[in-house]
């Protein structure tokens, strides 16, 4: 009886090996799929600050009577976002078209200043004002995780025919490709 108990106490010491192996493989593999879930979630939340730092951007010119500075609208800046920052580069503004505007598509240049202002002689069918469409574009890019994010983004604008003529003429404020 005494071999017997002797026997088993080796075959108890391999199987509770071999449940620990198994246990620190099941435990490692658990932590490396939580760090592959962290980094994932990392790397979209530093897409999605790029993606708020460059629309914020584009808002930024936006707001501002970009044309008439067009030229001085290509720029870096750098914008912290969640406590990090990003570098954003914006490219000059382009415009993709012009279309004058007719007198008798002025809603009211009587009463209305805009209106008013693009009121040329009634002689002439054509107002003083044109429509254009620009389009503005903003690369981000974060340095830490390597986040980048290119928007691009369109806006009309009723702008004084002499200004769009001088933009239309110049094929540096063309948009290529469209």
Same mark, same amino acid.
Do not use: H
């Given at each position: 009886?005494?071999?017997?108990?002797?026997?088993?106490?080796?075959?108890?010491?391999?199987?509770?090996?071999?449940?620990?192996?198994?246990? %620190?493989?099941?435990?490692?593999?658990?932590?490396?799929? #939580? %760090? !592959?879930?962290?980094?994932?979630?990392?790397? &979209?939340? #530093?897409? &999605?600050?790029?993606?708020? %730092?460059?629309?914020? %951007?584009?808002?930024?010119?936006?707001?501002?009577?970009?044309?008439?500075?067009? &030229?001085? $609208? &290509?720029? $870096?800046?750098?914008?912290?976002?969640?406590?990090?920052? @990003?570098?954003?580069?914006?490219?000059?503004?382009?415009?993709?078209?012009?279309?004058?505007?007719?007198?008798?598509?002025? !809603? *009211?240049?009587?009463?209305?200043?805009? *209106?008013?202002?693009?009121?040329?002689?009634? $002689?002439?069918? @054509? #107002?003083?004002?044109? *429509?254009?469409?620009?389009?503005?574009?903003?690369?981000?890019? #974060?340095?830490?995780?390597?986040?980048?994010?290119?928007?691009?983004?369109?806006?009309?604008?009723?702008? *004084?025919?002499?200004?769009?003529?001088?933009?239309?003429?110049?094929?540096?404020?063309?948009?290529?490709?469209?």
């Amino acid at each position: 009886m005494k071999r017997l108990i002797q026997r088993q106490r080796g075959v108890v010491l391999i199987l509770s090996l071999i449940m620990l192996m198994v246990l %620190t493989l099941m435990a490692v593999s658990a932590i490396r799929l #939580s %760090t !592959v879930n962290l980094r994932s979630v990392a790397n &979209a939340q #530093s897409r &999605a600050e790029a993606m708020s %730092t460059a629309q914020r %951007t584009v808002d930024l010119i936006l707001s501002s009577n970009f044309t008439d500075n067009i &030229a001085g $609208t &290509a720029q $870096t800046l750098t914008v912290t976002e969640g406590g990090k920052s @990003y570098s954003v580069v914006v490219a000059r503004p382009c415009l993709i078209r012009s279309k004058p505007v007719k007198n008798v598509e002025l !809603v *009211d240049p009587v009463n209305n200043a805009d *209106d008013k202002k693009c009121l040329d002689t009634l $002689t002439n069918p @054509y #107002s003083a004002c044109a *429509d254009t469409i620009w389009q503005i574009q903003a690369t981000s890019t #974060s340095g830490w995780f390597g986040a980048n994010v290119s928007i691009t983004q369109g806006t009309g604008i009723r702008m *004084d025919n002499g200004a769009v003529t001088v933009y239309a003429n110049d094929s540096a404020y063309r948009c290529t490709g469209t």
